[in-house]
């Protein structure tokens, strides 16, 4: 079966501090990877993907990055949280065709 | 770009059948998807519409049409276990563009 894991599930940090979020996936080779955040109550945006290893694509400018050192490794990362940084990070993988994806558990931050 | 129209919430009593519209403008287009995600979750696969016409998985059918650039998901036969946020996505150069969602309150 495939799975996906991200860790941890929750995360309160404060202004400034860095942040590294770790995605991993099972069961698959090569696949698409995707981050998003999800605002309270809010649709979800996606933020990075990745089609291969050290590949990665910028949606939108922010305060954060992402890497891929290996082929089922996804991480988010940033130097310095925002306030504004705050919400639901979800790590998709590409269901193999341009249709689907099936995200993983996710993780709240929380930053104060 | 991309941009997804659908209504902000919807409610219903158990057994009833809803309707969640969804409009969509994208310069590129593959499909049309609906996911699920219940509070406090992850968003989950329901459905996908590569072409015009209906697809039924169960309760819940998904219908899309190219020309009028609109689908739509219908629940039927409601139960409590529906209360849920459900979006509607475009896939496009390997990426999915969503909407804002609609929560779907379900009243016994």
């Known amino acids: 079966s495939q799975t996906i894991h991200q860790w941890p599930a929750t995360l309160v940090q404060p202004v400034g501090s860095p942040l590294s979020l770790e995605c991993t996936v099972e069961?698959?080779?090569?696949?698409?990877l995707y981050w998003y955040r999800q605002a309270a109550g809010r649709g979800l945006q996606l933020l990075f993907y990745s089609v291969g290893i050290g590949q990665i694509s910028s949606e939108v400018p922010q305060n954060l990055s992402a890497s891929r050192p290996q082929d089922r490794q996804f991480i988010l990362s940033s130097k310095k949280l925002l306030l504004s940084d705050s919400g639901f990070y979800l790590c998709a993988r590409g269901g193999g065709g341009k249709e689907t994806q099936y995200f993983g558990p996710g993780t709240r931050l929380l930053v104060l | 770009g991309q941009s997804l129209e659908q209504p902000s919430e919807v409610t219903a009593v158990e057994g009833a059948i809803v309707q969640i519209n969804c409009t969509y403008q994208t310069s590129g287009f593959y499909g049309l998807s609906w996911y699920q995600q219940h509070d406090g979750g992850a968003p989950t696969f329901l459905s996908y519409n590569a072409l015009d016409g209906l697809e039924e998985t169960g309760r819940f059918s998904s219908f899309l049409s190219r020309s009028d650039s609109y689908g739509y998901l219908l629940l039927q036969e409601l139960q409590m276990k529906d209360s849920a946020s459900y979006f509607c996505?475009?896939?496009?150069?390997?990426?999915?563009?969503f909407g804002a969602g609609t929560t779907v309150t379900v009243r016994a």
């Open positions: 069961g698959t080779s090569n696949p698409n």
């Open positions: 996505a475009v896939g496009y150069d390997y990426k999915l563009s």
